[in-house]
């Protein structure tokens, strides 16, 4: 039997992306490889969102070249954003690569895998979703259903648009009948993904169908029947509508956890990345927030050291991740990018001492302010989704609160259990805790 290994980089997209295209080969035949060496088919795919996620995949090329030389009938395949930035590029400045494809040409590996004539082909066309290739999950209660692909924003650093090419949305009827049959599979967690999930919809009447809602979408997924909870990434601050914040108070599945990307604090900073809010007007969704969800989890990604961040522009985002006192963040150096507004930046660029300084002082406070929040959890007991045996001390249970916390606790309980947790320490990042036994026996009751 033939055997296939698939490296993925970058965001949830590109894991849910590599799912199918393994229930893909899978399909064809093929059977996943622990490691590249015993496969027959090398898989990469990639990501090319800051010059890090370059680097490191590049570094994953030379050990597939050499895997080629070695046996020249291996297939090297390359997918993802990174192909698609370099389009044909791919087969000149790595010539031992076979098939190269974007992230709408999933389902074009399938075509040139069964076809017999081996002559190195790229396919970069955005042709549709993903949806209907088959899928391998890698945890039986947990699915990614992607909402839409692509991206209209124009924020001036980011390569996505330009990789993933204009937004188009999901029908609403073909992602509950995709839930649907999740649930009925056993799956009790749904993330819906997009680069802007709270535009869904709208460009549906672009292509002759009525225009829905993001809130709509929420509203359909929850009134399926096993679904326990749904979470989604990315929101756009811009597109944050009341109905979308109003949901989380009222669905009993949506969890109470926004990820809300910020990426600068200062009004002149937004404006020059294209973000198309303030910082006021940020500051006022959050505000809608705590209004109506007080106990959601806030998120967010932050870029420091953007072309022309003065000392004051940085002193506001510091203000922001204070005066929010954010459950997490994901933090970032600002990486110039081909083809991006901001990578043609030559002027008044930040030095690399600063950035690197400025990134402490940023982690610092969003730690600390993590740290402060997290308290309000202990000695709560709160609903856990298990996952697995911990980390770092395999008698005990890791598993997530609806906050998206990684919770570590002692007890018995399986992967896929929903068990409640009685919390008894936080930090920044995780929870501890212990197995609740009353809730546990109601619980295995039910
Ligand atoms: N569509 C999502 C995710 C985009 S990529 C969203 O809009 O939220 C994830 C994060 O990477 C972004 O939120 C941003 O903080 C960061 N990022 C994107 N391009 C970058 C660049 N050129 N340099 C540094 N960070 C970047
Ligand atoms: Fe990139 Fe902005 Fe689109 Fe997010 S919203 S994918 S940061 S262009
Ligand atoms: Fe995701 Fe990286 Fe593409 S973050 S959308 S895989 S550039």
Known sequence: MKRYHVTTFGCQMNEHDSERMKGMLESLGYAEADAAQDADVILFNTCSIREK?????????????????????????????????????????????DVAFGPGQVHKLAEFLTTDSLTAQGFFEFEGFTGHLPRKRARDFQAWVQISAGCNMACSY???????????????????????????????????????????????????????SFAELLHAVDAIEGIDRIRYTSPHPSDMKEDVVVAHAELASLCEHIHLPLQAGSS?????????????????????????????AITTDIIVGFPGETEEDFAQTLEICEQVGYDGAFTFVFSPRRGTE???????????????QRMQRLVEVVQRRATERAQRLVGRELEVLVEG????????????????????????????????????????????????????ASAAAR
């Not at 929903?418 to 197995?435: C, D, H, N, P, Y």
Request: proline share 4%.
């Open 158 to 212: 980011c390569i996505v648009p330009s990789t993933r090419g204009r937004e188009v949305s999901r029908p609403l009827e073909e992602l509950v009948e995709e839930v649907r049959a999740l649930a009925a599979e056993g799956v009790k967690e749904v993330t819906l993904l997009g680069q802007n999930v709270n535009s869904w919809g709208r460009s549906l009447a672009a292509r002759g169908a009525r225009a829905r």
């Open 268 to 296: 002149r900073v937004l404006k020059a990345m294209r973000r198309t809010y303030t910082r006021e007007r940020y500051l006022d969704r959050v505000a809608l927030i705590r209004e109506h969800v007080p106990d959601a």
């Open 53 to 97: 996620a370059d680097s490191k995949f590049i570094a994953h090329l030379g050990h597939a070249k050499r895997l080629k030389r070695e046996d020249p009938e291996r297939i090297i395949g390359v997918g993802g954003c990174w192909a698609q930035s370099v389009k044909d590029e791919v087969f000149a400045r790595f010539p031992f690569v």
């Open 342 to 356: 901001a990578g043609a930046i030559t002027e008044n660029l930040v030095a690399h001492e600063v950035k690197v």
């Open 389 to 440: 045996t911990s980390r770092t001390d395999p008698a005990r249970l890791r598993g997530r609160s609806r906050h998206n916390k990684a919770v570590n606790f002692s007890g018995l309980a399986s992967p896929g259990d929903l068990v409640a947790v009685q919390i008894t320490g936080a930090s920044s990042q995780t929870l501890t805790g212990e197995l609740s036994l009353l809730a546990s």
